[in-house]
């Protein structure tokens, strides 16, 4: 059974740092991918960024390229969203979601949500002005 757990959201003020964490477990296959997506009030789920676990390449939404890093601890399973120079527009429900990497070889981008299976609960992350 696969599980995803998040944690490190929090409230900061505009220009602060957060660094969210995603532990997984259960996941059988030897390359995933597991993404951070977020979904704000009013607004459809975004993706944000994607690690893939076997080849270490990450992928950035245009919105927070520069700002936010993705990085994995592959011996702890765990996958990490570093966001500096928080603005209030990233504001938003974080969840990290993961499934085989084989699932996006014949189409489908990473940021679709619906490309995934595996889901966490969710942690929020508020950014005030």
């Known amino acids: 059974q696969v599980q995803l757990a998040e944690s490190g959201g929090g409230s900061v003020q505009a220009g602060g740092s957060l660094r969210l964490s995603c532990a997984a477990s259960?996941?059988?296959?030897?390359?995933?991918?597991i993404a951070w997506f977020r979904q704000a009030p009013g607004k459809e789920r975004e993706g944000v960024a994607v690690?893939?676990?076997?080849?270490?390449?990450?992928k950035y939404a245009d919105s927070v390229k520069g700002r936010f890093t993705i990085s994995t601890d592959n011996a702890k399973n765990t996958v990490y969203l570093q966001m500096d120079s928080l603005e209030p527009e990233d504001t938003a429900m974080y969840s990290c979601?993961?499934?085989?990497?084989?699932?996006?070889?014949?189409?489908?981008?990473?940021?679709?949500?619906?490309?995934?299976?595996?889901w966490g609960q969710g942690t929020q992350v508020t950014v005030s002005s």
């Open positions: 259960g996941l059988t296959d030897s390359s995933n991918y």
């Open positions: 690690m893939n676990t076997r080849a270490g390449i990450p």
């Open positions: 979601a993961a499934d085989s990497f084989a699932r996006f070889l014949f189409g489908g981008r990473w940021d679709e949500p619906e490309k995934y299976r595996y």
